[in-house]
């Protein structure tokens, strides 16, 4: 009897890493007086368009006191329209949630829900992220706001990664506005370095945490060093086996149901949030990714 030679081939793919990311200050970016109208104008669209070509689904979280003017209003809805666009709000005026009354924050709330659905019409708004991520002033504080989050149909957002953008971006510009492009290249270059480092320390945080490789949600910031260097970003996180999903996606693991065990004013990464022992949560943040190595050459 002739051998019967079978080829197999595995029913199993080799398991990605996953990141969603999400954009904060759109669509009017910090730092503010680093841009012209038709700056501010090129950045979005430059951003839109790598979207679009590299069909990333992204977050973002809007301010809606820049977005009375009508150019900001007409750069708010380019995002709104586009289909690989979450909308989320991020408060009127980017305040310290932490030190508001809880009346205050509500009117922050409200009125940027105005503002962005007069522009966004139909499309939905599920998400909300606190500005500097400073839910409260304590716990108590916290599951105030979190209520009224949910009673107007939002979802609080976490963050697990991110890279202190918009300190390399204050460096970056400043290079640009003295024409030091050299300068600004580099300064580029060790963002992109710095973030790679910051997804290895946070990939091996939730590993640790939860045993698991976790989705990740990626913070950053609609400025001009992210809108000139998303490719590069999102090339490099690819090579390193990650798949670019969006936030709803992501916020379907069970990690990010985890109760938090800090609940301290202003935000760090959720992974640490997680951390039930006290002592281990500081040790890890005590050895957690700083940017100021990074940054201290360009000074």
């Not at 508001?100 to 992220?129: G, Q």
């Amino acid at each position: 009897m002739k051998r019967l030679l079978f080829i197999f081939f595995p029913l199993f793919s080799f398991a990605q890493h996953q990141v969603a990311i999400t954009m904060d200050d759109a669509p009017v970016m910090a730092l503010p007086g680093y841009y012209t109208v038709a700056q501010r104008k090129a950045v979005n669209e430059k951003l839109l368009q790598q979207i679009t070509v590299l069909h990333t689904p992204v977050s973002v979280f809007i301010n809606g006191a820049n977005c009375i003017v009508p150019d900001n209003q007409l750069l708010l809805k380019k995002w709104a329209d586009h289909p690989l666009v979450t909308l989320g709000s991020h408060t009127l005026n980017h305040p310290d949630c932490a030190a508001l009354p809880l009346d205050s924050f509500r009117m922050e709330v409200t009125i940027n829900d105005y503002i962005i659905r007069a522009v966004a019409k139909d499309k939905p708004v599920p998400y909300f992220r606190f500005p500097f991520n400073a839910m409260g002033k304590d716990s108590l504080a916290q599951a105030a706001t979190i209520g009224y989050l949910k009673e107007k149909g939002y979802t609080a957002v976490p963050f697990t990664v991110e890279s202190s953008d918009y300190m390399f971006e204050q460096a970056y510009q400043e290079a640009l506005k003295k024409r030091d492009h050299h300068k600004a290249k580099d300064i580029g270059a060790a963002y992109i370095r710095y973030t790679l480092f910051s997804f290895d320390y946070f990939e091996k945080l939730a590993r640790e945490v939860f045993g698991r490789d976790i989705p990740q949600v990626y913070l950053c910031h609609v400025n001009q060093l992210n809108a000139d260097y998303y490719t590069t970003l999102v090339k490099a996180l690819q090579q390193r086996g990650y798949q670019c999903i969006s936030l709803e996606q992501a916020m379907q693991d069970k990690a990010y149901a985890t109760p938090l065990y800090d609940h301290r004013r202003f935000g760090f990464s959720w992974l640490f949030r997680w951390i039930p022992d006290a002592a281990i949560r500081k040790s890890h943040l005590r050895n957690s990714p700083e940017p100021d190595k990074e940054l201290a050459v360009f000074k």
